[in-house]
């Protein structure tokens, strides 16, 4: 039975590192800039976001939650062509704990009204602690430990994107400096991994705008974390935001999940986004319920 | 949480600096309520054309039902909190265009909540904070009601969790 638990209890951490590390939400259309830093520099308006994660999930007949957040301040600078950012984390797991900041900066060249192409890079700092004091779960067959294990790490993403007219098309190279994590399971690095995404929007009728988006991870196989979101949603009288978002993990496991969006804006000021699993479909048994809100004030 | 003290001051800093010379709106400066959804007493002052601050004193009721050997017994506990709310209203001006109300600050809003909650009974304490949207409305002068949503973090003593966050009023305006 605790090899069972410690077995689910790995799988959890394993997606939820995946989440820490890559940042990776139904809802990262929201905030492209974090997975892709060349998108600060195109951006229209500055932006200030708060965005949370949580997960429940029902181990044994205990329910473990963990939360996350985060803010993103976002601001193109549009006399200098660049776009600077800053963001900041906090994700807590159990006895895990994770926090991230870093500053973004992007340039970005206009090739006439409809062609752009811009270039960013995001530099952060990472530190991953495991706190003595909150270890439950692994406490019966492992080895004691009595003081905290903390451990830091600098990261490095780079980023392209591109547009044309309505289609716009991202490629980043996440970890591009290949950071090492010494933890309590010894030492990991992380592998760098290609992302992509594409996005395009067009009116339906005088009133709805549909936006499509897709975001693929680790197109190139330089890792094992395989992954593909594609979001569509309807954005109706520039108000009300209804939608669907698919995922899709292209492991040996294949896990399917969708999840609905809906949101409000507010006279372009401030717009409110929750997104909620409805249902996935998995190979393993396991079962987790995952909302996701952002709230984003643009000035 | 000081960059949530930023964020504040940036979102009142930035609308006072959108400040018109010519405010033609008439709204109250100051609006007393009384609510009973939940039970409380609270303020909304007036700092600019757009912008109030809200100062909120009441309880939260919190209804368990417990059962112990086939007996249920239910058990309400009251939550006493103080919640301050900056907020920044977004359709005034288009609501008097459309010939809507907007006294006693009925519209479409962005707002930061900090609300700090005890529990008498364990002397435990939570603090919520946290950006939302909302909507506040009046109906026969006299009632009003508030809905909101947004994200946030609460504070429980030692350890913190972040999540959906959001509120319901029902009361009376006194003034």
Redesign the interface.
């Known amino acids: 039975m605790i090899r069972k638990l410690l077995t689910i209890t790995f799988f959890l951490l394993l997606i939820r590192v995946g989440f820490s590390q890559n940042l990776y939400t139904m809802l990262f259309f929201e905030n492209i800039s974090l997975e892709n830093p060349a998108y600060v520099a195109i951006k229209d308006k500055n932006s200030?976001s708060?965005?949370?994660?949580?997960i429940s999930l029902p181990i044994m007949e205990a329910n473990y939650s963990n939360?996350?957040?985060r803010?993103s301040l976002n601001v193109p600078i549009k006399k200098l062509s660049s776009g600077f950012g800053f963001h900041?984390m906090?994700d807590?797991f159990g006895h895990f704990s994770y926090f991230n900041t870093g500053a973004i900066y992007s340039f970005k060249y206009d090739f006439d009204e409809n062609y752009s192409l811009a270039l960013g890079s995001d530099f952060s700092v990472n530190i991953n602690k495991l706190r003595a004091s909150r270890i439950d779960l692994i406490s019966y067959d492992e080895p004691n430990i009595h003081n905290d294990i903390v451990n830091s790490y600098f990261n490095v993403d780079l980023g392209l994107w591109f547009k044309a007219h309505k289609l716009n098309f991202g490629i980043t190279n996440k970890h591009l400096n290949h950071p090492k994590i010494n933890n309590y399971y010894g030492s990991t690095t992380i592998l760098s991994n290609i992302n992509i995404i594409l996005n395009y929007n067009f009116r339906i009728g005088n009133k709805i705008i549909l936006k499509n988006n897709l975001l693929t991870f680790d197109v190139f196989h330089f890792s094992d974390y395989k992954q593909l979101m594609l979001n569509n949603q309807f954005e109706i009288n520039n108000k009300f935001i209804i939608g669907l978002t698919s995922e899709l993990y292209a492991t040996s496991d294949k896990v399917v999940i969708l999840a609905s969006n809906i949101g409000?804006n507010?006279?372009d000021?401030?717009k409110?986004v929750?997104s909620v699993e409805l249902f996935q479909i998995s190979k393993m048994d396991i079962r987790r319920n995952v909302?996701e809100?952002?709230?984003t004030?643009n000035? | 949480m000081k960059i949530y003290i930023i964020f504040i001051l940036s979102i009142i800093c930035i609308n006072l600096y959108s400040q018109s010379a010519n405010d033609t709106l008439k709204l109250k400066k100051t609006a007393i309520r009384l609510h009973f959804l939940p039970f409380g007493f609270s303020v909304e002052q007036r700092l600019s054309k757009n912008a109030t601050l809200i100062m909120d004193l009441g309880t939260n009721y919190n209804l368990t039902i417990m059962s112990q050997q086939s007996i249920d017994e239910a058990e309400i506990m009251l939550l006493p909190y103080i919640e301050f709310e900056p907020r920044i209203y977004t359709n005034f001006q288009s609501r008097l265009e459309k010939g809507k109300k907007i006294n006693y600050f009925s519209g479409a809003y962005g707002a930061f909540k900090a609300k700090g909650i005890t529990d008498l009974i364990f002397e435990g304490w939570l603090i919520q904070t946290g950006p939302l949207i909302g909507y506040q409305s009046v109906f026969s002068n006299f009632f009003y009601w508030n809905i909101g949503i947004g994200v946030g973090s609460t504070f429980i003593e030692e350890d913190i969790r972040f999540g959906i966050i959001g509120e319901f009023k029902l009361g009376l305006n006194l003034n």
Do not use: P
């Open positions: 200030i708060c965005s949370t994660y949580t939360s996350s957040g803010i900041t906090y807590k409000l507010l006279s000021k401030f409110f929750m909302i809100g952002i709230l004030y000035f």
